[in-house]
């Protein structure tokens, strides 16, 4: 059995998400991108449009595992406050959907990407090219994010799914 893993940088403003798996001990990616949400609807409606974009990945790539970046707070609560709806919503339909569900914190991203865990963004970007060859040569940091994510995920939980 092979883990297949969508990864996850949480937010409702921009969502990064991408899927890959573990393919003779590399990390193949299958797809990544971001889910843009209108400023001008409400939260309710933008966590709608989160949830449904996340469930067609869902459907469509048949994950086995959601990897997920934990919550950083910063200065703004209201901000903190709706991206951990987010994660509620994900966490919850990740399960729905048979998913294990791995949690992992900017520093122990940084340091299975980079081997550095105060790496800046430039740093992760990089690397994150130099270790999956089908990254994108230029998209949103949110997306090279859930990339990394989904790296740190295979590196800690990978290899167990191919025994």
């Known amino acids: 059995m092979t883990m297949r893993v969508i990864s996850i940088d949480p937010g409702y403003d921009r969502l990064g998400i ?14 990544s991108g971001c889910v843009l949400t209108d400023k001008k609807l409400s939260l309710n409606g933008r966590l709608f449009i989160v949830g449904e974009a996340f469930q067609k990945l869902v459907e469509t790539y048949t994950p086995n ?17 709706g991206v ?19 949690d992992f914190g ?42 990394a994510v989904g790296i740190t995920c295979l590196a800690h939980h990978g290899r167990k799914y191919q025994k």
């Not at 595992?65 to 406050?81: D, G, H, R, S, W």
């Not at 951990?84 to 998913?99: D, F, P």
Request: charged fraction near 25%; hydrophobic fraction near 45%; proline fraction near 2%.
């Open 106 to 147: 900017p520093q122990e991203i940084k340091i299975a990407v980079t081997g550095y865990g105060k790496s800046d963004k430039a740093a992760v970007i990089d690397m994150v090219k130099r270790l999956v060859a089908k990254a994108p040569k230029d998209a949103l940091d949110d997306e090279y994010d859930a990339i």
């Open 18 to 31: 991408a899927v890959l798996e573990l393919v003779n001990g590399t990390e193949k990616l299958l797809y």
């Open 84 to 102: 951990a709806q987010v994660r509620g919503i994900l966490i919850y339909l990740a399960q729905k959907n048979n998913c294990q569900v791995y």
């Open 65 to 81: 595992t959601l990897a997920i970046e934990t919550l950083f707070f910063n200065q703004n609560q209201k901000t903190a406050m």
